[in-house]
């Protein structure tokens, strides 16, 4: 439980300030009509971030910080332009137009830069559970100063939201107070994407608001209950996502998502004319969805209950030892459920120096290998053949499961093999899996991030290889 404590709360402080500000800025953009102008500006963000990463800057530096806001201000401007008093065009085509834009921008830089896909798939899904404490300290300042600026126009950014036509007719310069908000939320969605990326930024943005609506129409009691729902949906997302080892952002996502289904149904049911009947349909919904999800995993389900490698199975294979152990696995992923006979002693047979196959290529591990070897694998020599796979198979995604296999065995014993991938020139997602694995074995992080340079991540992987040779000094 400390060592839970110690690796979730930075983040879930984290979370707290990004519900307080986007709570707020919700409600506008829900009560303006342009539900995705968040994720709009948010990935025209994640475009200047994805540009200086093309450039060789740091994805988390500060030159980095400055080509999103940047591009953010560049949305803004463009948004605010686009708000048409005619209404002859809906803003929100505009908003759809940039997101699409954006993203096929973000794709097409992407594609140029080195580990470009790793890291657009971190910008849309963060890296919540490596927050520090200064990036929360700068910022929460500057959230402060945004709120401070809304605030003492809250009179006019209220109008310009909720009575449009109201506020043009007294005179209020329409495009300026669009812009300035916008500007605004561009500086909130700037620093919200570099802590937990576009899908998490827009949930906390839009969800606990249209929550809020649901059950509310004055602003302060909304803006409380958008807060409480944060709150939990937050402390609830992380820990399912410590539990269950999911990735944290997207875990949030999907317990707002879950959250906003409840309190839907929730309405529904206090609403509803004839409450027995509404009952019926959720209960009746749910039995459905319930079905549905038991048929989807079935047999997944089944594959589970399968013996071990050697333990009934009719397969055989022959041929030179490559040959044998190439034919098994072959076979191993055709019927995960019927392994071939013998497959375990042989990977871990001497004789068949797995070592050597895997060095010179004779031998092709997939990545999806290690999870049927994990499953169907009782021999005693299972440990050899995950220590040969994590330190000498050629794919990297490879090596990284075989490690994370050694730790669900034996715990730390494989925590050398991520501090190599850490080191080594390998994708983002799998710096991600390996730092996030030592940091559960450990239950610290020694201030790494995988999205800084190699030169910047060094002493972070010092200091757990000091760790573990202060730990385990006789690499136990």
């Known amino acids: 439980m400390q060592q839970a404590f110690e690796i979730l709360l930075a983040p879930f402080v984290a979370c707290l300030i990004l519900t307080g500000i986007h709570t707020y800025l919700g409600l506008h953009v829900v009560s303006r009509g342009v539900i995705f102008v968040d994720l709009a500006l948010a990935q025209i963000a994640a475009l200047g971030a994805t540009f200086a990463f093309l450039l060789g800057f740091a994805a988390h530096g500060t030159v980095?910080?400055?080509?999103?806001?940047?591009?953010?201000?560049?949305?803004?401007?463009?948004?605010?332009?686009?708000?048409?008093?005619?209404?002859?065009?809906?803003?929100?085509?505009?908003?759809?137009?940039?997101?699409?834009?954006?993203?096929?921008?973000?794709?097409?830089?992407?594609?140029?830069?080195?580990?470009?896909?790793?890291?657009?798939?971190?910008?849309?899904?963060?890296?919540?559970?490596?927050?520090?404490?200064?990036?929360?300290?700068?910022?929460?300042?500057?959230?402060a100063l945004i709120g401070v600026l809304h605030w003492i126009y809250r009179k006019n950014f209220l109008m310009m939201s909720l009575?449009?036509?109201?506020?043009?007719?007294?005179?209020?310069?329409?495009?300026?107070?669009?812009?300035?908000?916008?500007?605004?939320?561009?500086?909130?969605?700037?620093?919200?994407?570099?802590?937990?990326?576009?899908?998490?930024?827009?949930?906390?943005?839009?969800?606990?608001?249209?929550?809020?609506?649901?059950?509310?129409?004055?602003?302060?009691?909304?803006?409380?209950?958008?807060?409480?729902?944060?709150?939990?949906?937050?402390?609830?997302?992380?820990?399912?996502?410590?539990?269950?080892?999911?990735?944290?952002?997207?875990?949030?996502?999907?317990?707002?998502?879950?959250?906003?289904?409840?309190?839907?149904?929730?309405?529904?049911?206090?609403?509803?004319?004839?409450?027995?009947?509404?009952?019926?349909?959720v209960l009746a919904t749910v039995v459905l969805i319930a079905l549905g999800i038991r048929l989807a995993f079935a047999n997944a389900a089944t594959g589970s209950l399968v013996q071990g490698i050697g333990s009934g199975s009719t397969a055989e294979v022959t041929g030179s030892p490559a040959e044998q152990i190439n034919a098994g696995l072959e076979a191993l992923r055709r019927s995960p459920d019927s392994p071939p006979a013998g497959l375990g002693a042989l990977l871990s047979d001497d004789d068949a120096h797995l070592h050597s196959l895997l060095i010179t290529g004779q031998v092709e591990f997939l990545e999806d290998d290690v999870g049927l070897l994990a499953a169907n694998l009782t021999d005693g020599g299972a440990h050899e053949v995950f220590e040969e796979l994590a330190h000498h198979a050629p794919d990297p995604w490879v090596r990284l499961r075989a490690a994370q296999a050694m730790v669900q065995m034996d715990g730390v014993v494989a925590a050398d093999a991520l501090m190599d991938l850490l080191a080594a020139d390998v994708p983002l997602m799998i710096k991600l899996e390996a730092s996030g694995t030592l940091r559960e074995i450990s239950g610290q992080s020694f201030g790494f991030d995988p999205t800084r340079t190699p030169e910047e991540q060094r002493a972070s992987i010092a200091s757990w290889r000091a760790w573990l040779k202060t730990s385990y000094p006789d690499g136990q």
Do not use: N
Not at 112 to 138: C, D, N, Y
Not at 225 to 242: A, D, H, P
């Open 163 to 281: 009575d449009p036509e109201g506020a043009a007719s007294a005179g209020f310069s329409v495009r300026w107070w669009d812009f300035l908000f916008y500007m605004s939320f561009g500086f909130v969605i700037t620093s919200s994407v570099a802590i937990a990326g576009v899908l998490l930024v827009f949930s906390f943005l839009v969800i606990p608001s249209v929550i809020a609506m649901l059950f509310a129409t004055g602003t302060r009691v909304r803006l409380a209950i958008g807060w409480c729902v944060g709150t939990v949906v937050s402390m609830v997302g992380l820990g399912l996502s410590y539990t269950y080892d999911f990735p944290s952002g997207p875990a949030v996502v999907v317990t707002f998502g879950m959250t906003l289904v409840l309190a839907a149904t929730a309405r529904y049911l206090i609403h509803a004319e004839r409450r027995g009947m509404a009952l019926v349909r």
């Open 64 to 143: 980095s910080y400055l080509y999103s806001l940047l591009f953010a201000f560049i949305g803004a401007a463009i948004f605010s332009i686009s708000h048409l008093r005619d209404k002859r065009v809906p803003q929100e085509a505009f908003i759809g137009i940039a997101f699409a834009v954006a993203s096929a921008a973000t794709i097409l830089i992407a594609d140029r830069a080195p580990e470009g896909s790793e890291f657009v798939q971190a910008m849309l899904t963060g890296a919540l559970l490596w927050v520090t404490w200064p990036t929360i300290a700068k910022t929460a300042v500057i959230y």
